[in-house]
């Protein structure tokens, strides 16, 4: 066995599939909703107990929401823990580079499950070759990959073992980064950071700016069939088109996010509520929205923005200027990230992809966040985003196409000896 | 004691206020929402009980909702009933005409609580003589404004006691008006109806057509950072937009409602919800509408006004074309309905007012619906609606002066032995 184990890894990845395909299986039973995330982490614990990691539980302070890049909590931490499970040699000895694999456990909502083909925690399989399941792409099927990988290490390089590897299993990844961020503080780092986020076995070295505001706009509530009634949904309106200009305008002058592409800002109403009875005018309407920021602003200047933006909105409107909306700040406070393409870290996954497919894999970076944000800020640590082909990303029918598992593992059962060893 | 008992009425009004202010307060106390009207109706039916009224409970038949003009019931009607007193002698013999007292003991939600100056449930006083309350006004006020009169009179008119009196304390006449339904279904009926709505002792002879509609829009749910996600709430704009034009044509040509207004119908989106993630797209919108209609349209020319005018807008929608909003019906499903001003019935309530008032009372209509409906539009029994002076009715801090159910309840103590004997 030498340093080239990669036609006989190949051939471990295939035999090693059909396990890796039913271990990612039982992470999608999980419904790893935020509060809920236990149930995945156990059978990811199971699964990294069995390929020989010791683990541990990471709790969550409550007090790291006063750390100035936590998000902020909205369920409380108590009972729910960050797995972290380390594998080999982490003696500073300089035989190794460790690697440490980052992904979280929690999903996002289903939305409206009727828009679902299947139920959205019993994965279901498609003619093609796709598991649906929430999850299933963001960013379960990424554990599959690496597990599937280090299965096939396991037998093609059985010193594999001694390597210094680390695995997290986050949590609130969607939402406030607060797990990867606990885990950091508790010191669980490495030489190099690879998050198996579903980039399509693409390299993804960048990330926006994203900020989760909340806006609660007053109405005055009256009898439906009374004249003098203010609708709360009316006095939002202003709210977000302001915000859809301020949007435009950002991405008029957006940043560069690569050779060939520039980051793209959008802004989200994801949940509106207002009212509860038909014929009563709502007294309050309440909105969560998610703005993307350029990558190069820091987190005051993205809350300034925004709050600055929502006071011009709010005193230009005859309604709004004598009852101002309350802007409070609920979940992710992301700033952006990037890392260099002449890193080599980067320069090993992309030879190890070209290896493994022929062809140099895609340089990209996403219009949204990772907890990869925490490794390259707070860290400076070398820090990518590889991972499986995911469709319907927190949409109904989220699938991952499961060749791009064993596609992924295969560039793995290179790039992981080439970089620790 | 002889047919004008009206001074000594008066004095006895005064007397028994404070126990009607108490009764109204331990009917405030009930929090009487949709489905949990019971508790106010057991404070009734003491009340009737000790003025010498027998009890009945009236079950509602859930095939109600196949009657033509039945509300569309979104609660079980399991275990929830209609209560009905009966006192007097109702014998046909034609020595006295009866009269039914209709009254509703279900209350609208109490909105955003905050926004209340004191606890919706916890009846509060103001110095000016106001109680608040959720119900309060709309219209537990009037029922003790009813029995006020009823101690009254029992005072000054022994034989009142006699009269043929019926009390119905309705459910869902904010949302149904299925449980008045069921009481005539039930044949309590009489030669005239009282409905003690707040009025602020006007005389009210009309309501409009109110219909309830659900509409529920689909978008195409996304990551929020992808960029062909469709938020369903861009698909209810043009319908809400399209509706409210609607409406502004309806009011343009709008019935006569009287000598010296028009009926008005008011579009209201009274309650929305999208999506429940920050960073997702949501797929899906509901919104409930209460939407007036002129008072000569009949239910089904106001169904498929709502629904032709939806299909248009959807039609023309490049994104609602192809993925047609739903429809639905929901709660209420209201004829307009009038009374004339000539009626014996109505002259006897004018006339009492102006002897208790010294001045005509104001003539009006609702530009809503109450339960005047079944007994105008199934029955044409002479009906109208005449009660306290309420204040924020559906809105925070509801309130009803406390004053005005005292000069209500000397109104009715002219205007009921007046009818009857």
Chains 1, 2 share one sequence.
Not at 56 to 66: A, L, Q, R, T
């Amino acid at each position: 066995m030498g340093r080239t184990p990669e036609p006989s890894a190949d051939r471990q990845v295939e035999t090693h599939a059909p396990a890796a395909f039913a271990f990612l299986d039982r992470l999608v039973q999980q419904a790893s909703l935020l509060g809920a995330e236990h149930g995945a982490q156990a059978v990811l614990a199971d699964e990294l107990n069995r390929l020989g990691f010791d683990l541990e539980w990471i709790s969550i302070d409550p007090g790291i929401c006063n750390e100035p890049d936590a998000g902020v909590p909205t369920v409380s931490y108590e009972g729910r823990r960050v797995l972290v499970g380390r594998r080999g040699d982490w003696s500073s000895t300089g035989r190794y580079r460790s690697l440490l694999i980052n992904g979280h456990l929690d999903v996002v909502p289903v939305g409206s499950s009727e828009q679902w083909s299947a139920e959205p925690f019993r994965p279901t399989y498609t003619p093609d070759g796709r598991l649906i399941g929430r999850g299933a792409g963001d960013m379960k099927a990424g554990f599959a990959m690496v597990t599937l990988a280090l299965d096939a290490l396991g037998v093609t390089c059985p010193q594999s073992h001694e390597w210094p590897l680390c695995v997290v299993g986050a949590i609130e990844e969607e939402c406030t980064g607060n797990g990867t961020l606990a885990s950091i503080r508790a010191q669980v780092i490495a030489d190099g950071v690879l998050l198996p986020e579903p980039t399509a076995l693409a390299i993804s070295l960048s990330g926006i700016g994203v900020l989760w505001i909340d806006v609660v706009a007053k109405g005055s509530s009256r009898h439906a069939g009374e004249s003098d009634g203010v609708n709360a949904l009316d006095a939002l309106g202003p709210i977000i088109r302001g915000l859809e200009r301020l949007s435009a305008e950002l991405n008029r002058d957006a940043q560069p996010a690569g050779a060939d592409r520039r980051e793209t800002y959008r802004v989200n109403v994801g949940l509106l509520r207002a009212g509860d009875w038909h014929s009563n005018v709502p007294g309050e309407a309440r909105m969560g929205i998610r703005f993307g920021f350029p990558s190069n602003w820091t987190l005051e200047e993205s809350e300034n923005c925004i709050r600055e933006q929502i006071s011009a909105i709010a005193a230009a409107d005859a309604w709004l200027c004598r009852h101002p909306p309350v802007v409070s700040l609920a979940g992710l406070r992301a700033t952006g990230y990037t890392m260099s393409e002449q890193d080599e870290f980067v320069g090993t996954f992309a030879q190890a992809h070209r290896e493994t497919h022929g062809a140099s894999p895609v340089m990209t970076g996403f219009d949204s966040t990772t907890d990869a944000r925490f490794y390259r800020n707070r860290l400076d640590l070398p820090t990518l985003c590889y991972g499986p082909t995911a469709h319907g990303i927190h949409a109904p029918d989220e699938a991952v196409e499961l060749r791009s598992i064993v596609d992924g593992a295969r560039t793995l059962t290179r790039a992981i000896p080439a970089w620790i060893q």
